[in-house]
């Protein structure tokens, strides 16, 4: 990758935006107000922002290996804390992707170090789903349904904090599960039954 085209390019896009709204940064100087809080994977392919068309200041993005929400990482809670309480987001989305390598990299006998605790919650939601991704036999049809039985555990999780429960009862906020399909470049609304889970999960997990 060549960096000095990089700020080649954002001279370009600064011309492009200016081109549309001459006081497009200026506007975008004031501050934000997003919609959405985007969760997803750290890989390279899954942009977040340009496979959903969204411009700067429309989404509120974490992205972390394997878009995880784990319940003491500091990082990935003070940003579900910062956009459901101060920011007001009224959609919290964790998008998944197929063929993610760190959802692969957690189901190999290997020992690599820092990240065996990170993706030891990924083994944790084959444990929950053993007896259906044992019976898938072709393996990536296997990885690619861990995928999406992840997204739904990380929705889990996201039910379990005070401020996603709060934020629902006071203005009805949701968590949705998202896949991005990399082999098509679709995006797919796994359309998680978000109050069944609600309802299932206030019964031990209600905080308020
Ligand atoms: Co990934």
Partial sequence: MDLNKVFDNNKKW???????????FDELGKGQSP?????GCSDSRVTAEELMGAEPGEVFVHRNI???????????MSVVNYAVDHLKVNHVVVCGHYACGGVKAAMQSADLGILNPWLRNIRDVYRIHRKELNAIED????????????????????????????????????VRGWVFDVYSGKLIDLKIDFEGYLKDIMEIYQLD
Avoid: F
Wanted: proline residues 0%; aromatic residues 4%; positive net charge.
């Fill in 139 to 174: 393996e990536n049809k296997r990885y690619d349904r861990l995928v999406e039985l992840n997204v739904k555990e990380q929705c889990v999780n996201l039910i379990k904090t005070a401020a996603v429960q709060k934020a629902h009862r006071d203005r009805g906020l949701k």
């Fill in 14 to 24: 600064i011309q492009e935006k200016l081109d549309v709204s001459s006081n497009y």
């Fill in 66 to 76: 394997a878009n995880m929400v784990i319940s003491i990482d500091l990082n990935v």
């Fill in 35 to 39: 919609d959405l809080l985007y969760i």
